[in-house]
């Protein structure tokens, strides 16, 4: 059995040949301090966040797309494995996981040891831009410059690809996650108002948006008053978050800059005609492409189904594996 894994700071898609995406959950995991047990994972802890009594722990395992928990990443990915290999226990799968570019050895260890101890027979990591690429559709062994910018929960990576492997590239370790802290940190400054993880991502998705619009959209949210201590319901509008993230976005705008700048002429020519492609989660944030376009000159458009561009990669990857082996992956 072959599964594919998009480990991903926020979610973590699941992907099995023929059958597609099987799964999709929150990369969260409640364990319960007293007893050193796990208690849930993905939606089921999801809900429980921010809302636990002291014996119980919500964690996210993964930072910046990377294992910042061993132990409970390996209770996460065994849980997954479980979850859809269902009954044919017998056979250890094989395992696609995708990891940021940037990735440093030690980290790719863990992610191959938390694989391994949750029950697989093989683990092969690939880099998260070359399968965002293959999930986007993009024809990556044409001999021409293709330019993919995944944006994820826990880092951006930038890079152009061609011929099949990665030309050059840039890791940020910037996303959708600093993206709702600068809003929480925002709304705390202007409104003194304290907004939990699940308000501050609603505001995001509701009327997030990377510039400011003409007619703004109003969202009413509630918090905790920092001055009396009580509840107390505000009113945000879209342009004040667009405000809110502007530091986070030109972070991003800038590496792409510095991948274009480092990329060879021929290369960047293909962009120019081709222009580039934004995928993962927080490529959904309203008008990013258009921002990216206006800043940098170059035509941008945002991935079919964004979200499970890398989780579609894995698919593909897993389905040749054979051709793919030599190419992008080192197995363990």
């Known amino acids: 059995m072959k599964i594919g894994i998009d480990l991903g700071t926020r979610n973590t898609v699941v992907f099995i040949p023929k059958k597609g995406v099987v799964l999709q959950e929150p990369s969260v995991v409640a364990v319960d301090l007293d007893e050193n047990k796990i208690l849930a994972v993905g939606k089921e802890a999801n809900e429980m966040m921010g809302r636990t009594p002291d014996a119980i722990r919500v964690y996210r395992p993964m930072r910046d797309g990377v294992i910042a928990d061993f132990r409970v990443t390996q209770a996460m990915l065994h849980y997954l494995i479980n979850k859809v290999a269902g009954r044919v226990k017998f056979f250890k799968p094989e395992l696609v996981i995708s990891v940021p570019a940037g990735i440093t050895s030690t980290e790719r260890r863990a992610v191959i040891e938390a694989g391994m101890n949750a029950g697989a027979k093989a683990v092969y990591l690939c880099k998260e831009p070359i399968l965002a690429a293959v999930g986007a559709g993009i024809p990556i062994h044409s001999c021409s410059g293709n330019m993919i910018v995944d944006i994820g929960g826990g880092t951006a990576e930038v890079a152009v690809i061609s011929l099949g492997g990665i030309v050059n590239f840039q890791s940020l370790r910037v996303a959708g996650d600093k993206m709702d802290s600068a809003i929480a940190d925002y709304v705390k400054r202007k409104h003194n108002l304290a907004i939990g993880d699940q308000t501050t991502e609603e505001i995001k998705i509701n009327i997030g948006t990377a510039m400011p619009d003409k007619e703004p959209k109003v969202l009413e949210i509630r918090g ?71 800043s940098i000159g170059v035509p941008c458009t945002v991935a079919d189904n964004s979200l499970l561009c890398v989780a579609k990669g894995t698919g593909a990857v897993l389905e040749n594996l054979e051709f793919y082996k030599k190419s992008i992956m080192n197995k363990k």
Not at 278 to 283: A, E, F, P, T, Y
């Open 224 to 294: 905790r008053d920092l001055i009396s201590g009580l509840p107390r319901n505000i009113k945000i509008t879209s342009n004040e978050v667009s405000e809110s993230i502007s530091d986070v976005l030109v972070e991003i705008v800038q590496t792409i800059k510095n991948v274009l700048r480092d990329t060879p002429p021929e290369l960047s020519a293909d962009i120019m005609d081709k222009g580039m492609v934004l995928s993962g989660g927080s490529s959904l944030l309203r008008n990013l492409s258009e921002l990216v376009t206006q």
